[in-house]
DNA sequence: CCAAAAGTGTTAAGCCTACACCCATGT
DNA sequence: ACATGGGTGTAGGCTTAACACTTTTGG
């Protein structure tokens, strides 16, 4: 199990100077449905940890920059556009015993996207977060997740984020859900619309509205361009 | 300057399955000396970037945390004992050609210090943050450190970390210069004085005073045990 | 007309800010 | 006594939270 300096060549360094490591990306990848909020996971085909769940991820290539490889991992395994979803890094895991195979370095991203229509691979599937307990995925991967749903939950606080989990047309009400969702509590409807009304930078009006079968037809929004910057709280 | 799979035999795995990385911690190690919030650089003695300001830091041992890692780099510049400091993740930079020697992926980590007492090492030295421009330090190091400066200001903001960078015992005027010197600006110092007392956990009375040569002797005050833990605003 | 959901008004409580003011010490 | 920094009081403005109320649809 023990690992030794490797024999790679290369200007300036000499080979011995360093241990070689794996590195990889592993991806928390969020979405809501109301009222639940969900993360993808692969079942593990092959040993160790053969088939329990675990995030999906992979290795970075050797001239492939980190976020590169975990837009592309995201884009296999939802089919989503990078552009539609929000990627963050969210950390690096490294204990040495973290893969019993090898040293392996895994840094962690966080996406956050709107709940895909239909093709989901057969792979990889939406799971509720409550539903998982402290141990129930693979290597350190309860632990990459309980990171990412704490991100999800205060970013929201402070950003206008939550967007990011709505289609591109979505109503206040949908919004709302989303909040409640990921927070796991209920928001009063008026305080809510009023809040992000008055938060610039939040949501543009379409014009347009949508009627959900019964009551009142709720007004569209789009998401402002100036999402990812900085604004507002919406508590 | 290309890298390709080396060989590597572990159970489980096909050694050519993954390109081999190096990886590195670097540190952003922040203390106050008011009016300025200080950063410990290194000169670096050879090629490349030979003579140019850089972030201490160092690679991973084969066996050993990352955390770790970044614990003995801390100690080994500044001699700060690891229980006296805050010390937490960053973020992780592998871009392909950051280090143009090789594939390097560096785990940066932040340390808030007290203003260590006389023994600096020669290799390393305080400098100001703010006379620092964004391309004065080598590598991407310039990008790493406007990270670290940007989470010490935010999190001065929703936790008590402040008292990282004072002493054992301080003054409240003491905490003030402090938040003074992080986020460039003057505060209130009785609306300062009141929301720090307001605050559960973040200090406790010593019940001694201090006096600092004019004016009426200020009381003195410890972190709170429950310090890294989750606590108000102090805005 | 009635139920339901969207959206607006209103009011009281709490928080923040500015600044007046008192306290305790060194010179 | 007086200057200096530590610390408390207080009033006005702003934000929040709770909930009453109006609007607009489907049945």
Redesign the pocket.
Known sequence: MLLHSVAVSIDGYNPNDYPPFAVTVDLVVLTVRPPNLKVLLTQRGESPAKGSWALPGGFVGSEQDLIDAAQSKLTDKTGIQVAEAHLEQLGTFGAPKRDPRMRIVSVAYLALVADPPEPELDEASWHRVDGLSDRSLAFDHSEILAKGVERARSKLEYTTLATSFCGAEF???ELRSVYEAVWGTEL????F???V?ATDGFVEATGR?E?????????TYVASDARDLHPP?V?
Chains 1, 2 share one sequence.
């Open positions: 109503t206040v009400a009063d409807a008026a305080n619309h009023r809040k009304m509205t009627s959900a079968g019964r009551g009142r037809p709720a007004r709280i508590r």
